[in-house]
């Protein structure tokens, strides 16, 4: 028998807020331990938290640009458990009135569009991170309280690869909308993902197990292909999958039991009596819906239409908010919108990923890329040259063409100084030209490369060529 799997997403995002959900501590990544708490997100009693607009407002731009409808009443529910993370013995969330409801996210999947339905996304705070050392364990504070939106998606994942190009997606978009980093080495998404599987034949969904917070992409789709052979196996061998919480352990490539898993009604949620409910106008969801960022999508279509250049660059630039934006500012200042495009898809993403640095702290600006590429049109520097130049653009930042000038890289374009170091070529290499006369077209590209050599680089290719050509043919 074939089974299918049917996999649900349940995504935590931390959002880009400066302070936390209830209190006015900071969010900052890698402070001392326990350096940004205070009565409330240390869960004192008869501390009272208030709730922070901005919060609030980025998961409704969320729940917009993911077509979700956004209630105009929300409020805060108490999730009750134990946990030495969580000293409150409740973690603040939302339980039966979320502040988004439904909607959607369209992504490029193995060569397709697919749309993943939305069941919610709702507010609630992190709690805090336990660390353990030995025979000792500790707990930092720090991130107890920071605000976190769920997003939980329709069990609609039919693959592991599903799963893991609409995060792929998800990310992309929330990042473009300013709604978080998305940082995954800062803990700023994490999953638990719902597997279950049926037989092909039969319709509804099997019996699922949760495996609890992944945090790295790769990390979802692994569990997700392990859990679904895990299952398929069992139900083969005629055995019952039991519905329980598992955890994805990296090292050994299984998932291993955690706990049978709680029913809903475990958890004793009630409204949070310290909190007012969220009541939004339809006026104020407008004015957010006004202000809605534009989407990797539309940025993609836009980028191709107003710069002219080929859909597959458009598709590279647009997948980086901040890729994007360099491209458009230099594009801007440039007449060879294609030049620019091709040197930030080339060297500047190779030298990013190389050098593991991000956009935003490199010293080359927009403005010197497209002075670049200018001197490159204007023959005063060749490729290779310009190549040199745009590496210590990258280090060091500065104007490209005082870079030409300090480091001698101007192009020889002058026709009796080619002319001379093409006879000098022709007369010392006479068997490859002899080539050339015989029909080797091969052998023309080994002489460029001695007149280049003899010009340090800086002869202008396509004179050389030229040059050689005329003298070889005669
Ligand atoms: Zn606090
Ligand atoms: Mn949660």
Wanted: charged share 25%; proline share 5%; net charge neutral.
């Amino acid at each position: 028998m074939k089974y299918v799997p049917a996999i649900g997403l349940e995504v935590h995002v931390q959002l880009l807020t400066k302070s936390k959900l209830f209190c006015a501590c900071r969010t900052d990544f890698g402070a001392e331990p326990n350096t940004q708490v205070c009565p409330v997100c240390l869960g004192y009693p008869g501390a009272l938290p208030v709730i922070n607009r901005e919060a609030v407002r980025l998961t409704a731009l969320a729940g917009l640009m993911l077509d979700s409808k956004i209630a105009s009443f929300s409020k805060f529910d108490r999730k009750n458990y134990f946990y030495p993370d969580m000293p409150k013995n409740y973690q603040i969330s939302q339980y039966d009135r979320p502040l988004c409801l439904g909607g959607g996210l369209a992504f490029e999947t193995g060569g397709r569009t697919r749309t993943v339905r939305l069941n919610r996304i709702h507010l609630e705070e992190d709690v805090a991170k336990s660390m353990h050392a030995g025979a000792r364990s500790s707990v930092d504070f720090n991130r107890s309280g920071i605000p976190l939106m769920e997003l939980v998606t329709e069990p609609d994942f039919a693959s592991a690869q599903e799963a893991y190009d609409f995060l792929l997606a998800l990310r992309q978009i929330l990042v473009y909308g300013g709604v978080s980093r998305c940082n995954l080495e800062q803990g700023n998404l994490r999953c638990d993902v719902n597997c279950s599987v049926r037989p092909e034949t039969r319709s509804g969904l099997g019996v699922k197990t949760e495996l609890k917070n992944l945090n790295t992409f790769k990390g979802v789709f692994n569990a997700i292909e392990h859990e679904a052979a895990r299952q398929i196996g069992i139900l083969e061998g005629g055995g019952v999958i039991r519905q329980e919480t598992r955890r994805w352990d990296t090292d050994a490539g299984v998932t291993e039991l955690m706990r049978s898993k709680e029913d809903v009604h475990d958890y004793r949620y009630f409204p949070d009596p310290d909190l007012m409910p969220i009541t939004l106008s339809s006026g104020q969801v407008e004015r957010w819906r006004s202000e809605l960022p534009e989407l990797p999508r539309q940025r993609r279509e836009r980028l191709a239409a107003e710069f002219g250049i080929p859909a597959y660059d458009a598709g590279v630039l647009a997948a980086d908010k901040a890729v994007a934006d360099f491209f458009e500012d230099a594009a801007r200042l440039s007449d060879n919108p294609k030049a620019v495009s091709n040197w930030v898809m080339s060297d500047m993403l190779r030298l990013l990923s190389e050098t593991g640095r991000s956009i935003e702290d490199i010293p080359v600006r927009p403005a010197a890329l497209a002075a670049l590429v200018k001197l490159v049109d204007g023959q005063a520097v060749n490729m290779p040259g310009a190549r040199e130049v745009f590496e210590e653009l990258f280090e060091k930042g500065g104007d490209p063409a005082e870079i030409v000038r300090a480091r001698g890289l101007a192009q020889v374009s002058d026709e009796g100084a080619l002319e001379a170091m093409a006879e000098q070529a022709i007369a010392e290499n006479a068997k490859s030209a002899a080539d050339y006369k015989a029909g080797k077209t091969a052998a023309l590209q080994f002489l460029i490369g001695q007149v280049m050599r003899k010009s340090k680089g800086k002869a202008n290719p396509a004179g050389v060529r030229e040059i050689l050509k005329r003298r070889l043919s005669g």
